[in-house]
């Protein structure tokens, strides 16, 4: 697709349930990032996949996040036992790699935003 | 290690006045630097980015920041604000290598008023 596509758009939970949100980007991009955004707050950082590798999963907040790119394009962040401090937009980011520069861009989806009651 | 701070969570100016949002960054190495803009339900979309030369950078919509390594900042400017132009700012730091995070900072919400 022309951009990074993220599903659902809206998520309400009850406190306890599972979750899975979706991120599809941008076709031929290696690099994903998944970040967290809580109200009023920037983005901050969760996981990092190049290709189908999770190369960096220092953000995820506890062993309840997992999150997974088996082939190495759709990605699935999942949830487990959600609480109400989990509440926030989770936002995808894909770039591609050329080389080893951090000066390409990041394209970021439209987010997830997940209410948990 | 890596850090941002955006001086000011709110900025209101006058349509066709002058914009500044202010950035100071941290970087144990040479930084790349990027401001995204993020309107209401929509996803970050990049205004502008520094990587190496000049150190004027000019981006979309008219916006345009300087990159002055001395004071490790990278204040954002636009000389006339637009209505369109409300929303909020981030300003935000990455490091050398493609798997290295963005890292962010809180965030400006600017408002236009007529």
């Known amino acids: 697709g022309a951009g990074v596509s993220q599903s659902p758009r809206y998520k309400v939970a009850k406190r306890g349930q599972d979750v899975a949100l979706r991120c599809d980007p941008i076709s031929g991009h290696v690099s994903l990032f998944w970040y967290q955004q809580a109200l009023g707050q920037g983005p901050e950082f969760l996981t990092y996949?190049?290709?189908?590798?999770?190369?960096?999963k220092s953000g995820l907040p506890s062993d309840r996040f997992f999150a997974e790119r088996p082939e190495g394009s759709v990605s699935t962040l999942k949830i487990q036992r959600t609480q109400q401090e989990d509440s926030a937009v989770y936002l995808c980011?894909?770039?591609?790699?050329?080389?080893?520069?951090?000066?390409?861009?990041?394209?970021f989806g439209a987010g997830s935003r997940l209410t948990v009651l | 290690a890596q850090s941002v701070t955006q001086l000011g969570s709110h900025v209101s100016v006058s349509e066709g006045a002058l914009v500044l949002l202010r950035c100071n960054y941290s970087?144990?190495?040479?930084?790349?630097l990027f401001w995204y803009v993020q309107y209401p339900n929509q996803g970050l979309q990049l205004l502008l980015k520094?990587?190496?030369?000049?150190?004027l950078v000019k981006g979309i919509n008219g916006f345009e920041a300087e990159f002055k390594k001395s004071e490790t900042s990278f204040h954002l400017t636009k000389p006339s604000a637009h209505m369109s132009d409300a929303a909020e700012y981030f300003c935000?730091?990455?490091?050398?290598?493609?798997?290295?995070?963005?890292?962010f900072g809180e965030g400006t919400q600017l408002t236009v008023n007529p």
């Open positions: 996949f190049q290709n189908e590798a999770q190369l960096d």
């Open positions: 935000a730091v990455r490091g050398e290598t493609s798997g290295s995070r963005l890292t």
């Open positions: 970087s144990s190495v040479p930084p790349y």
């Open positions: 520094y990587t190496t030369g000049a150190t």
């Open positions: 980011a894909s770039s591609l790699r050329t080389g080893t520069s951090g000066a390409n861009v990041l394209t």
